[in-house]
């Protein structure tokens, strides 16, 4: 069996103080290594593992186990620790989403505007050291996926990704990022969830898909 990890806004799993993010493998348990600590009320917003077993964290906090590594750290071997690069900068808001490329690099979506000493307009990569995309998109991410094909959904708030337009929708192939036809209208995405047949689904606060009602 494996382990499932879990994050919010919580101090306690099961009955064990747990200060944000717990782990279940048959009864639940902390993350070895020391505790979060948060600076609001939204605490963890995303986890992703990668393909050697590293858990990123991405959320509203100031660090974990004495690092400061602020919104973003990862765990891995019991242990927390900060990204590199990420001690000559941090990110300077929240996280609301991460993901995990096919080439297993994480990128990490939300409102800030500086990772790493890099500036990186609500969307960036990190694969060893961080990386912008582009220019980024106009306004906040929400949701990030990572397609079979091994493009990036980025849904959010925005009209306009890598300088072009991109109505709540956009994806991004490595290089550039390129619209989802006529995006969400009415609404915005707030996650992504890819399935077999790489097709899309996506929730969130939507009314309107291109000119489709979506009631």
Do not use: C
């Amino acid at each position: 069996a494996g382990t499932l990890y879990v994050g919010g806004y919580f101090i306690a799993a099961g009955g064990t103080l747990t200060n944000y993010i717990a782990r279940w493998s048959n009864a639940w348990g902390t993350l070895l290594g020391g505790t979060m600590t948060h600076t609001a009320n939204q605490g963890i917003q995303s986890l992703a593992i990668n393909q050697t077993g590293t858990l990123f964290i991405g959320g509203t906090f100031n660090g974990a186990a004495g690092s400061t590594s602020r919104n973003l750290v990862r765990w891995f071997n019991n242990a927390y620790g900060t990204l590199n690069g990420q001690q000559s900068g941090t990110i300077d808001n929240i996280i609301y989403a991460l993901t995990i490329g096919l080439d297993n690099r994480l990128y990490f979506g939300g409102e800030f505007g500086n990772a790493g000493g890099t500036a990186t307009t609500r969307v960036g990569q990190w694969f060893g050291s961080f990386g912008t995309m582009t220019s980024g998109v106009s306004n906040k991410v929400n949701g990030l996926a990572t397609m079979l094909d091994g493009r990036i959904f980025v849904g959010g708030n925005f009209a306009v990704a890598g300088g072009g337009s991109a109505l709540t929708v956009a994806f991004w192939n490595g290089v550039q990022f390129a619209p989802a036809g006529g995006g969400i209208t009415n609404g915005a995405p707030q996650t992504g969830f890819v399935r077999n047949d790489n097709s899309l689904l996506i929730s969130g606060r939507i009314q309107q898909v291109g000119s489709v009602p979506t009631p």
